[in-house]
């Protein structure tokens, strides 16, 4: 399986972080790679709400895909699934900590795999994936810090 969490602590209050976190409509705004967000239905960023975007992964410069909103436990966990030759799961866990910061957990889970995509998978996610999830959180850290 592909996938991974990734932490980051920020030194903002968990009702900062969240604000950012279950909001995709700022989700661009913390993403070093241009996408694009759109509701197709239901009420945004509440469980069950479906959404399209439209974003960079290697080789497509313009992937779409369609996803939902699965999971809203205000201010700790927000997660969503899109769907793209399978199911991919995004989460985030917010845990306060002693000083008024936040610890952010984002955790993907990659869909089973077949063929070419799962022979390039392992081999892309660690060269592209993690470094680009890696700045995506160090993006959000610097967006919640500023209290924007």
């Given at each position: 399986?592909?996938?991974?969490?990734?932490?980051?602590?920020?030194?903002a209050?968990?009702?900062?972080?969240?604000?950012?976190?279950?909001?995709l409509?700022?989700?661009?705004?913390?993403?070093?790679k241009?996408?694009?967000?759109?509701w197709?239905?239901?009420?945004?960023?509440?469980?069950?709400?479906?959404?399209?975007?439209?974003?960079?992964i290697?080789?497509?410069?313009?992937?779409?895909?369609?996803?939902?909103?699965?999971?809203?436990?205000?201010?700790?966990?927000?997660?969503?699934r899109?769907?793209?030759?399978?199911?991919?799961?995004?989460?985030?866990?917010?845990?306060?900590?002693?000083?008024?910061?936040?610890?952010?957990a984002?955790?993907?889970?990659?869909?089973?795999?077949?063929?070419?995509?799962?022979?390039?998978?392992?081999?892309a996610?660690?060269?592209?994936?993690?470094?680009?999830?890696?700045?995506r959180?160090?993006?959000?850290?610097?967006?919640?810090?500023?209290?924007?």
């Amino acid at each position: 399986m592909t996938g991974g969490t990734f932490t980051t602590r920020i030194q903002a209050p968990p009702k900062t972080v969240w604000a950012l976190v279950a909001d995709l409509g700022t989700h661009p705004s913390w993403s070093p790679k241009p996408y694009t967000i759109e509701w197709i239905s239901g009420e945004p960023n509440r469980v069950g709400s479906k959404f399209r975007s439209v974003g960079w992964i290697p080789g497509d410069k313009r992937h779409m895909n369609e996803g939902e909103i699965t999971e809203r436990v205000e201010p700790t966990r927000f997660a969503l699934r899109s769907q793209d030759d399978g199911w991919f799961i995004n989460a985030f866990d917010l845990t306060p900590v002693g000083d008024g910061a936040t610890e952010v957990a984002f955790t993907i889970t990659f869909p089973t795999m077949k063929g070419m995509k799962a022979l390039a998978a392992p081999v892309a996610f660690p060269l592209v994936g993690k470094p680009d999830i890696r700045k995506r959180l160090d993006l959000l850290k610097e967006k919640a810090e500023r209290g924007s």
